[in-house]
């Protein structure tokens, strides 16, 4: 793992390093969480815990478990201009900061808000399907489709120029990130700093443009708003327009991708191209079976005992959720991926204070999406079988889905 990755986000462990370990992390998950559920991990000085109620307990204790790196015994302060630009949001504050700062765009992320959106994205969607089943029966389902709607509806929704998408896509790709084989250290964290200190310029002007002139958008929402008669700091009005953008694009990318994965694994292509949709209980089985955040990470902020093992004040902990959706506990069969699974309370958003803010939006755009992709195709199956992982060490997913289809 490199030492350049937000130190809020590093989560990966040696016996993922591998393609094939984290395509199917899933064996090891249930060994972990047989014999060692909760584990302390000398190599990356951090915890690992592995089993539902564990994760559920720690996400769900803010005062326990903070989201602030800085409260980490090791710590490092992030050198450079630019670096650690989402560090000022409200994914690593703890309340009360945390509270003001979701309260500012809470509303337009509010489920009713949300579905007043559904024919946009419903029209986005179509455009893009139009261009991607221009492939003559073949297609990369992630570069073509499932990638370019999140960033198109993101950036309409914040107010930037959709000509730009192409510049976002490295944007957000870089920052969830790791460094690559033949990439040093120093390299990464060089080309790291370059990609923030880029978008930081970017959103920048855009921000000082819509302090102006505000518009129905919500870079002018943010950019205007107050808490306690206060106008936000310049990092934090940066800091969460750009949350806004990196939170919800390989993320929802993912579970577009990662449901058609499970779909054709579990040969069920078929009963959604006859039935022209996608049940949404397929969708939320694809947020527990392969979830496209597998794990986030906490410090613990007083000595605490967890599955018989003491987390102490200071330390590092991953919460697994990608394993703990796999859990027998919660899960009957867990490691079976059943589609109108119910009840199905999945961690695949995460729990408690910083439960996604984003989950209606997603929702929404996985439900579009799949059921648009499935009208409109008559047959459809995998054309490559060697899938690479997506590269970053918290975000699940794949870097490509060759489909071959009929329509
Ligand atoms: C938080 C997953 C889409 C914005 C989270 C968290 C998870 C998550 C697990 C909790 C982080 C933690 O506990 O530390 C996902 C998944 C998505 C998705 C799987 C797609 C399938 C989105 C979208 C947006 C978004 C579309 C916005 C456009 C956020 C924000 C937070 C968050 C702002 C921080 C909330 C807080 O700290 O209160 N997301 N997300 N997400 N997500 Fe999402």
């Known amino acids: ?37 909760v584990r302390y991990d000398p190599g990356r000085n951090s915890w690992d815990v592995f089993r539902y109620a564990d994760v559920k307990r720690i996400l769900n204790d803010d005062a326990t478990f903070s989201v602030d790196p800085e409260k980490a015994t090791d710590f490092v302060e992030p050198e450079g201009e630019g670096e650690g630009l989402i560090l000022d949001t409200m994914l690593f504050e703890d309340p009360p900061r945390h ?3 979701r309260g500012v765009v809470e509303d337009s992320f509010r489920p009713r808000a949300i579905r007043e959106l559904e024919p946009r994205i419903r029209e986005l969607t179509r455009e893009i399907l139009d261009d991607a089943l221009e492939g003559e029966g073949e297609m990369d389902l992630v ?35 790791s460094a690559s084989d033949d990439e040093g250290g120093a390299e990464f964290a060089e080309r790291q700093q370059e990609v923030q200190r880029e978008m930081g310029f970017y959103f920048l002007q855009l921000i000082e443009e819509r302090r102006e002139n505000p518009r129905d958008d919500l870079i002018s929402t943010i950019a205007t708003a107050e808490i306690d008669g206060e ?46 949709a996608v049940p949404t209980p397929a969708i939320e089985e694809t947020l527990r079976y392969r979830a496209p955040v ?33 859990d027998d506990r919660q899960f009957p069969e867990g ?59 918290f975000i699940y997913g794949v870097e490509s889905l060759p489909l071959r289809y009929s329509v």
């Open 335 to 393: 490691d079976s991926f059943v589609p109108d699974r119910s009840p199905n309370q999945h961690l695949g958003f995460g729990h408690g204070t910083h439960y996604c803010l984003g989950a209606p939006l997603a929702r929404l755009e996985a439900e579009v999406a799949l059921s648009e992709l499935f009208d409109r195709l008559a047959g459809v199956e995998f054309a490559d079988a060697r899938l690479q992982p997506t590269r970053s060490s």
């Open 231 to 276: 106008p936000l700091p310049r990092e934090e009005v940066l800091g969460t327009c750009i949350l806004l953008l990196v939170a919800g694009n390989i993320t929802t990318t993912n579970l577009i991708t990662n449901a058609v994965r499970c779909f054709g694994e579990n040969d069920l292509f078929g009963t959604y191209t006859d039935a022209g």
């Open 294 to 326: 597998q794990a986030m990470t906490r410090i613990a902020t007083e000595d605490v005992t967890v599955g018989g093992e003491t987390i102490g004040a200071g330390d590092r902990v991953i919460a697994w959720m990608g394993s703990a959706n796999r």
């Open 99 to 101: 509270d003001d700062l």
């Open 143 to 177: 570069s073509e489709f499932a990638y370019p709607l999140p960033v198109v509806v993101i950036a309409e929704l914040l107010g930037v120029p959709v000509e730009d998408r192409d510049r976002f896509k490295e944007w957000s790709d870089a920052i969830v990130s």
């Open 1 to 37: 793992m490199s030492s350049a990755e937000p130190q809020g986000l590093q989560a990966f462990p040696e016996e993922l390093s591998t393609r094939e370990a984290w395509l199917e992390p899933y064996g090891w998950y249930r060994e972990m969480r047989e014999n060692e559920p």
